[in-house]
């Protein structure tokens, strides 16, 4: 009767732990799903993989690993390190972004999107909204209210450092030619040239400043700046459809094509998680006007011209 008793109980037991394990497995695979919102240069697995986020693979091997299926269990101690490293990287909830508001360069992906889905309707929740398109200069995160307000002070703070960088004039970015990594994120590139040095110095200032701060965590020194239009992290169940790849051919029309240029008007920190705005761009915190600024740089110097004019007419 107490052999029998114990059996039960460590039945029980057993039971409980796995309901424990299915209640984590399915937390995870929700993270994974939620952190496909992410503005991230890359989406695939691999790379969540490498930050330390969940994705289904994980979440399906550390079953096997907890029932056994992988031929061994890690060490307790190995297991605690790596919680512990886990708990150290918090996931980002908030970036810095560049908005794209030319209307032919929203068209243009409009355009590409539609194409591509007359040939495949499924990708349907991998496409990119065209309200939310923008360029990503750094991601964080960012713990408290406090944070997210010193986070808004060192972008008005940076306004003279971004100023002088421009040297009073427009920085336009030329988006031409779709791209893509892995087949699994479809892009449109950004040209290069001197333009391309003065977004890199900008991404390097921002990211510095939040670094002195300590807003920034982890590296983020590897700036690929792009125009992210399709991503099949935005639809996981796209994987269990057979879709693990979004061929070229779908979008081959437009390989080449020229998209626009983009003025950068302003710099936009916003919230990964907030809900986006009435007009489908992501909650935005605070915005540093660029344009604004230009005009009254440039008007400052037109006036010291005029004055200069004047004084030499005097004379």
Request: with cysteine; proline share 4%.
């Amino acid at each position: 009767s107490t052999k029998s008793n114990e059996k039960k109980s460590k039945r029980r037991m057993r039971k409980d732990r796995q309901k424990l394990m299915n209640k984590k497995l399915i937390s995870d695979e929700a993270s994974a799903s939620l952190m496909s919102e992410l503005p991230f240069a890359l989406t695939s697995p691999t790379t969540w993989k490498e930050l330390g986020f969940p994705t289904l693979e994980m979440s399906e091997k550390k079953r096997k690993r907890k029932r056994g299926d992988s031929g061994g269990r890690m060490d307790s101690e190995e297991d605690d390190d790596q919680m512990k490293k886990k708990k150290k990287s918090p996931r980002p909830n908030y970036f810095v972004s560049i908005p794209i508001t030319n209307t032919a360069i929203k068209s243009l992906v409009k355009e590409v999107q539609e194409a591509v889905l007359q040939q495949e309707p499924r990708l349907a929740k991998a496409m990119v909204p065209v309200p939310t398109l923008h360029i990503t200069l750094l991601v964080t995160y960012l713990a408290s209210q406090e944070q997210v307000d010193l986070a808004a002070a060192v972008l008005a703070q940076v306004e003279p450092s971004v100023a002088k960088l421009l040297g009073g004039r427009d920085l336009v970015l030329p988006f031409s030619g779709i791209r893509h990594f892995r087949k699994e994120v479809v892009f449109v590139g950004l040209d290069s040239g001197e333009h391309r040095h003065t977004l890199d110095s900008l991404a390097e200032l921002l990211q510095r400043r939040f670094e002195e701060q300590g807003l920034l965590q982890g590296d983020c020194r590897h700036f690929e700046p792009h125009l992210t239009i399709m991503k099949l992290s935005r639809a996981s169940k796209l994987r269990f459809q057979g879709i693990k790849r979004v061929e070229p051919g779908l979008y081959s029309d437009y390989t080449n094509k020229f998209f626009g240029n983009q003025t950068v008007e302003r710099l936009d920190l916003c919230s990964m998680l907030k809900k986006k705005q009435q007009d489908g761009y992501y909650h935005t915190e605070t915005s540093l006007q660029l344009v604004f600024h230009l005009s009254f740089v440039q008007e400052r110097q037109n006036m010291t011209v005029w004055k200069y004019f004047t004084r030499t007419a005097a004379v």
